[in-house]
């Protein structure tokens, strides 16, 4: 916890006060080699709790370590000490990174997705389950399982595109087998990054 005494008006609207937040504190995390993925903040009389929420940048695969997460929270708590547009209450700071199953709302969270299986949620089809190949500006290539009956092998079908305006949300599957590239069966390069053989966020 920290307080200190600033110049300006009193910050009433949380939702106001997480944008200006986030803008203010986006070059500090870009500094510590990470993505600022969001900023909340929640009132309580004349106390503040600020979380921060940070991933590894796009094109790097795994997740944020704890000594990243040590050395990025010094960082912004000092930041924030010397915000000159802080209305000086005191205020807790809770930073955290995205839990390996954060749902897949935006290209960027697709990306850091690559290689992995996905539960995927679309408008114009029930609910499927795919790898996910390539990402590029218009949607996801997947490698799609099909249904199979319970206890045999699952098999998989031909690599399909899904453009992102179906794509309502996807979330990553959890596995506890290392993804094996040679399953992949790929014949062609991917157009955008490399494919993720471990756990990530």
Request: proline content about 6%; overall charge negative; cysteine-free.
């Amino acid at each position: 916890m920290a307080a200190r005494s600033g110049n300006s008006l009193l910050a009433t609207d949380p939702v106001a006060e997480a944008q200006r937040l986030h803008t203010f504190l986006t070059p500090t995390v870009t500094a510590a080699g990470l993505f600022l993925e969001e900023v909340k903040v929640h009132f309580a009389g004349t106390h503040r709790t600020v979380s921060v929420i940070v991933d590894l940048p796009e094109d790097e695969s795994g997740g944020v370590g704890l000594d990243a997460i040590s050395a990025v929270s010094r960082m912004l708590s000092e930041a924030m000490d010397t915000d000159p547009n802080d209305d000086g209450k005191p205020f807790d700071l809770e930073i955290s990174s995205p839990g390996a199953t954060r749902p897949l709302t935006e290209p960027r969270h697709w990306r850091r997705a690559l290689g992995r299986m996905v539960k995927v949620n679309a408008s114009d089809r029930e609910n499927f389950m795919g790898r996910v190949l390539d990402v590029d500006e218009e949607g996801v290539l997947f490698k799609p399982e099909l249904p199979v009956k319970k206890g045999m092998k699952p098999k998989q079908g031909e690599p399909e595109k899904l453009l992102f305006s179906v794509i309502r949300r996807g979330v990553v599957e959890l596995e506890f087998a290392r993804l094996d590239e040679a399953e992949l069966d790929l014949e062609f390069e991917p157009t955008g990054g490399n494919a993720v053989d471990g756990e990530g966020s």
